[in-house]
């Protein structure tokens, strides 16, 4: 299996309607609530270059594009799914990684989050860096939550005024993630210094009892 992951452009546009019917119905084979996208949509994240697609060959095995939301401050990843003949072999995680990497060389200083109910994708998520959040420190803009109206689950979101639903909001905030990368790596470099005046301390006291004896010499 030679499976590449690239950025979708116009040439990809046959796949668009493949796509919206595997994440469909694997919605409704796991009896979980997803909004629904139309081809039209997905070739439009193709135009602006805001897919990831999965092939083997020409064949279709794997998706998920990126929306920028409030001015670019918040990106998520959507529509991540996975093709029925590829499952149970780490392409999610993989497709995960690339859109991810992808994100944050595309777009540095946004806070990357989604919403979801399905635990593989919180596992990926924890290991890329994600913090589980409460949809308050998401997006506020309501076009955003309006893409969940064609979700099973949406009367719940209503109820509770776009603040908690059955999904998980995940949020990875580069800005956190910095300082916390330098604060990790200024504790490294303060035990290297603490280690190397403790073997010149050590060296240093060695010093002179290493005369004495060779004065009983």
């Not at 905030?173 to 301390?201: G, M, R, S, Y």
Request: include cysteine; charge should be positive; glycine fraction near 6%.
């Amino acid at each position: 299996m030679n499976i590449n992951i690239v950025v979708a452009d116009e040439k990809h546009y046959k796949y668009a309607e493949e796509i919206c019917e595997t994440i469909y119905n694997s919605a409704i084979v796991r009896g979980t609530g997803i909004a629904k996208r139309t081809p039209e949509y997905i070739q439009k994240k193709m135009d602006q270059r805001q897919a990831i697609i999965a092939l083997d060959g020409d064949t279709f095995a794997g998706f998920c594009y990126i929306e920028k939301w409030q001015n670019g401050e918040f990106v998520v990843h959507s529509g991540l799914i996975v093709h029925p003949d590829y499952r149970s072999v780490g392409l999610a995680k993989k497709i995960k990684r690339f859109v991810f990497n992808y994100t944050r060389k595309k777009f540095p200083e946004s806070k990357i989050f989604g919403i979801t109910t399905g635990l593989a994708v919180m596992k990926i998520n924890s290991e890329l860096g994600y913090k589980p959040v409460t949809f308050s420190e998401l997006t506020d803009d309501p076009e955003f939550w309006n893409g969940c109206r064609t979700c099973t689950n949406f009367n719940i979101l209503q109820s509770k005024e776009n603040k908690m639903c059955l999904c998980t909001g995940m949020l990875f905030d580069p800005k956190a993630q910095k300082e916390q990368d330098d604060t990790t790596e200024k504790n490294a470099f303060d035990k290297k210094v603490i280690l190397h005046l403790k073997k010149i301390k050590q060296a240093f006291l060695l010093k002179p009892a290493k005369k004495e004896i060779e004065k009983l010499h």
